[in-house]
Structures are given as structure tokens and as C-alpha cells.
């Protein structure tokens, strides 16, 4: 490895700002908002070096305030979609060739320009366009994308150093890590902004051209993060976001010959169809384009006799309904002791009681809304169901409102059945069910932690029993890709714990490490020979003894 060449400044995590009351950040956060608020805005699609609008425009609206406009966006159709896919195929060229610390250079200060520059502008994108309040969105907004950013160009660095040893006399063997031939589409979801913009500029970061299609609730903000990468000096095409319909975007993208890979955060059933798809369409491609998703996750916590009662209480209410449950990560499930239930049914619904729930703009707000009309309606039905079913019953919470924004108040199940629908189904807001079991059946819980769920994505043990701690994580090593000990399920940091599940949440391909970006390459080897042989005969071949 040549040292000095690959030499990248060291990464270290994102500060996380407090936004306290008197801060500096707490103020300047308040007037983003309001500057966002006091206007709106025409959100543009950009393809190549244009910035693409059309007729029909579609209103962005604050989840929790849903009758104030923000602006409009320009809804795309399939002739869009070829064009991104045009514009990044004459990117392609150049941008691969830009050599990979040039290309670095690039998210280097597009990270800078995040932690300073356009922190609270993008940070107040993502509390009113994605209702996050001001610590959830500084985790993610802020913290993370630069985290995101900045360690991405050491794996980086470290991807392009790994070569073969030298010590083969008379030849120099050397690894050539490729960009994929093609163009990479990135399909993102609304409830993080940072990954919204890792999944394109990971792939791009490695020499890829890139069609980026985001959740039509997260643009708002991702029409400031592709600023970011403009000014940031990100050559035109090399990301090109569009706003198309799924079927439009998927009937362009995966019958194209130089569709080369994909990268996703959703739902099981969609990634699952997009496999399908291609599998169907596979004998169209140039080559075995690479498939990488995080997907679904019903994720636990499950507590031992032995646990610390505030620890569980804490980590069960943050990992449940911080950011109204909307995370991947978020805790839906608990299984609890019958000697801790009483006493931490108590401590929960104190500290329920407690929380403030109303807009971002209000600091004061623990709760804010869940991010469309479509979820508050599924998550209510359950709630509904689970209030009239003889196998559950709701203990804590169960009240909704969407008259003026999409409200539904933190709500805990108790479920009588291990494997009522709420126990095993992805819902996507805040609600935890909790099962309470015999303390004496610690063995035969841990085998209904692991087979209740499709998901394998995040769960936690709460425990002061070593033995039942390492029981725990051996019995339960596949049904958590990320596996918490006394603490939360959420909260995964980059460079600390690279994140991602198996079974029906995804291929694991942990975003925020190595393993990630190495999906973004083709490797050649190259063997050079100085002194070729130069007659086909071997020495075993004489016949002199």
C-alpha cells in the first residue's frame, strides 16, 4: 500500500448539537424554520447540468401541519426517466476516470458545507418536511449524512489500497477496483435524510453514475441536499434526481441493458417485486446487476428478570417512539418478565404521560406526526382492531387525530397471544406491543423472539445475568443483524455500528462500512511479468538425468 498516496484525513463522528434553550444553534435553527415557512418553493428535478420542471405540480406539505404549503414539486413521467438515465451514461466516462481522491474531494467538502454551511437549512427541510423534531433531525440530517460522507472516503481509500503482496520475483500483481458498467439506480426512503443521500453518493464515490428516485415525502429535503452536491462541486449527471411514479421509474430502469445495480431502503413486499422484476429481465442485461436493500424490520427488545427496571423502561420508551416509531430500527415488540411487567407498565405510562405532542416548531414537542395520511390510516386500524380483539388489549395511549396534522399518540399493546398481528406485523409508527411471559420460560422465549418475525434487523437484550446475556445472543445470532445489550434497538452510529439485517429485512450489506461500498465495484487483476518465459518446455520435461 503506498502510504502517502492514500493518505485521507482521519474521520471522526459529527458533533451532535444539543439545541438546549440559550444555544447559539437553538436560535439559528428557529430562523431556518421560519425562512422555510415564510415562502414556497418550485422543486425542481435536475437531469444532467438542467433544472427540470413541468405542468404538474404536487404540493409538499408539513405532516403535522398538513394545510400549510411548503412549495410544489415537478411530478416526472417515464421521458424523464431517460433522460436521467441518458445524462448519467454521458456522465459515466469522465466521472470514472476522475481519479478517486479528486472524486473524494468532492463529498469531503460536501460534508464540510453540511456540518456549517447548510446545517440548520437542512436540518429545518427534514423537521418540516419530514416532521423529525430538532434532536432527530440534527442525528440525522446533520450527524449522520456528514458521518456518512466522511468515512466513506476512508473505506474508500482503504478499498482502493488493498493489493496483492509483492513477493513474487519478476512480477507485479495489482488489483483494479472498477466501477460497475452501467448506471446504478437509488431508491430512497422518507424517514431518513441521511440515507436518502448515502445511497447515491456511496455509489457515486466509487466512479458510478447515478438515477436517484426519492420518496415523494422526502423531497423537500432532498431538493437541498442535491444543492449540497452542486456547490459541493459534483459534476453535472454523475447524480440525477428525478420525481416519477414507482411503475414509471421501474418500467424505464429495469428493462434498460445498462442497468447495473441497485440501491434501496423500503418495504420487504417492494424490494421483493424489484428482485422479481429483475430476475424476469435478467437475460436483458449487460451483467449481473447488484442488488442491495435494508428493508422491513419488527424489531425487539426483550427483557430478563435481572434487568435494571429504568434502564428497560428508558430503552422501551425511546426505541419505541422516538421519531413516532418511523424508524427501521424502532422497538415494536417487547417481551417481558410477569415480575417486572406491573411496575414497568407504571414507569412507561408516566413517562408517556409526559410527552408533548404537536409541530417540530414547537421545541417543547417530544411527539410530532407520523408522515402521511396513508400511514396514519394503517397504524389507526390496528389500533382499532386491537382495542375490539378478545387476544389484546391497549394499555396505554390508543388516541388519534388528523384534522390538523397526522397525530397519533405513543400507544402500548399487551398482547395475550404471542403471535397476535401486532407482534409479528411491520407497522411503522408508535406502537409497542408488549407480551409478558413466565419468568421461568426464559429459554422458550427466546426460541418465539427468534421465529414470531420475517425481519431480522434490530433487537436488544436487557439483562444484568451474564449468563442469560450470552445465552440471549447466541440463541438470537440470526434474528438481529444489529443486536443491542442494555440499551435501545435504534441509534446505530457510522464507523461504530455499520447497519443492516438478514432474513426478510434485507442483504445486510451494512451501510456505513466497507462491506457497503465494495458492492459498488468490479475487481480486475492484473499480473505483469517482467521476464516472460520465452520456450514452452518445463525442466521435468528433460531427458538427462
Given amino acids: 500500500m503506498l502510504k502517502g498516496f492514500f493518505n485521507v484525513p482521519a474521520p471522526a463522528n459529527e458533533p451532535v448539537y444539543s439545541y438546549a434553550p440559550g444555544t447559539t444553534e437553538r436560535a439559528l435553527l428557529r430562523a431556518a424554520i421560519e425562512e422555510a415557512r415564510s415562502r414556497k418553493i418550485d422543486v425542481p428535478m435536475y437531469i444532467g447540468g438542467e433544472e427540470v420542471h413541468t405542468a404538474k405540480k404536487v404540493k409538499l406539505t408539513p405532516p403535522h401541519d398538513h394545510t400549510h404549503v411548503l412549495g410544489y414539486y415537478s411530478q416526472g413521467v417515464k421521458s424523464h426517466v431517460k433522460q436521467a438515465i441518458q445524462a448519467a451514461l454521458s456522465a459515466k466516462e469522465d466521472w470514472e476516470n476522475l481519479p478517486w481522491e479528486q472524486r473524494a474531494a468532492i463529498f469531503l467538502k460536501a460534508a464540510e458545507l453540511i456540518s456549517g454551511k447548510y446545517r440548520y437549512k437542512l436540518n429545518a427541510a427534514t423537521m418540516l418536511g419530514q416532521?423529525?423534531?430538532?434532536?432527530?433531525?440534527?442525528?440525522?440530517s446533520a450527524c449522520e449524512i456528514v458521518d456518512f460522507l466522511r468515512f466513506n472516503v476512508k473505506y474508500m481509500a482503504e478499498i482502493y489500497g488493498q493489493q496483492p503482496p509483492a513477493n513474487s520475483k519478476g512480477v507485479w500483481n495489482r488489483v483494479e477496483q472498477r466501477p460497475l458498467e452501467g448506471f446504478v439506480f437509488a431508491l430512497t426512503p422518507f424517514n431518513f435524510t441521511a440515507i436518502a443521500g448515502n445511497l447515491p453518493t456511496s455509489v457515486a464515490m466509487m466512479g458510478n453514475v447515478v438515477v436517484w428516485k426519492p420518496s415523494n415525502t422526502q423531497i423537500y429535503s432532498a431538493n437541498v441536499l442535491m444543492q449540497v452536491f452542486r456547490e459541493a462541486g459534483l459534476p453535472d449527471g454523475v447524480i440525477n434526481l428525478v420525481y416519477v411514479s414507482g411503475p414509471d421509474a421501474g418500467e424505464v430502469i429495469f428493462k434498460h441493458p445498462d442497468f447495473a445495480g441497485i440501491h434501496f431502503t423500503g418495504s420487504t413486499g417492494v424490494f421483493q417485486d424489484i428482485w422479481k422484476t429483475i430476475g424476469q429481465n435478467i437475460h436483458l442485461y449487460k451483467s449481473y446487476p447488484r442488488i442491495v436493500g435494508e428493508t422491513g424490520g419488527k424489531d425487539f427488545i426483550l427483557a430478563h428478570a435481572s434487568a435494571d427496571l429504568d434502564v428497560l423502561s428508558t430503552a422501551l420508551v425511546r426505541g419505541a417512539f422516538e421519531y413516532q416509531g418511523q424508524k427501521c430500527s424502532a422497538a415494536s415488540r417487547a417481551y417481558i418478565p410477569k415480575s417486572l411487567?406491573?411496575?414497568?407498565?407504571?414507569?412507561?405510562?408516566?413517562?408517556?404521560?409526559?410527552?408533548?405532542?404537536?409541530?417540530?416548531?414547537?421545541?417543547?414537542?417530544?411527539?410530532?406526526?407520523?408522515?402521511?395520511?396513508?400511514?396514519?390510516?394503517?397504524?389507526?386500524?390496528?389500533?382499532?382492531?386491537?382495542?375490539?380483539?378478545?387476544?389484546?388489549?391497549?394499555?396505554?395511549?390508543?388516541?388519534?387525530?388528523k384534522s390538523e396534522g397526522y397525530f397519533i399518540h405513543p400507544t402500548v399493546i399487551l398482547a395475550k397471544k404471542p403471535d397476535y398481528e401486532t407482534m409479528s406485523e411491520e407497522l411503522f409508527g408508535p406502537v409497542l406491543t408488549v407480551y409478558v411471559y413466565d419468568d421461568k420460560k426464559w429459554a422458550e422465549t427466546l426460541k418465539l423472539v427468534d421465529g414470531t418475525s420475517i425481519y431480522a434487523l434490530t433487537g436488544a437484550v436487557i439483562a444484568q445475568d451474564r449468563y442469560a446475556i450470552q445465552e440471549a445472543t447466541h440463541v438470537l445470532r440470526n434474528a438481529a443483524g444489529n443486536f443491542y445489550i442494555n440499551d435501545k434497538c435504534t441509534g446505530a452510529v457510522v464507523g461504530q455500528q455499520p447497519f443492516g439485517g438478514a432474513r426478510g429485512s434485507g442483504t445486510n450489506d451494512k451501510a456505513g462500512s466497507m462491506i457497503n461500498l465494495l458492492r459498488w465495484v468490479s475487481p480486475r487483476t492484473i499480473k505483469e511479468t517482467f521476464n516472460p518465459d520465452t520456450d514452452y518446455r518445463y525442466p521435468f520435461l528433460s531427458e538427462e538425468e
Avoid: C, H, P
Fill in 341 to 401: 411487567w406491573k411496575d414497568l407498565k407504571k414507569m412507561m405510562e408516566k413517562d408517556i404521560k409526559s410527552f408533548k405532542i404537536g409541530g417540530t416548531e414547537d421545541f417543547g414537542n417530544f411527539i410530532n406526526a407520523v408522515i402521511d395520511e396513508k400511514s396514519f390510516d394503517k397504524i389507526s386500524k390496528y389500533i382499532d382492531r386491537a382495542k375490539k380483539s378478545k387476544d389484546a388489549e391497549v394499555v396505554i395511549g390508543g388516541e388519534y387525530d
Fill in 131 to 140: 416532521s423529525k423534531n430538532a434532536f432527530q433531525a440534527e442525528i440525522d
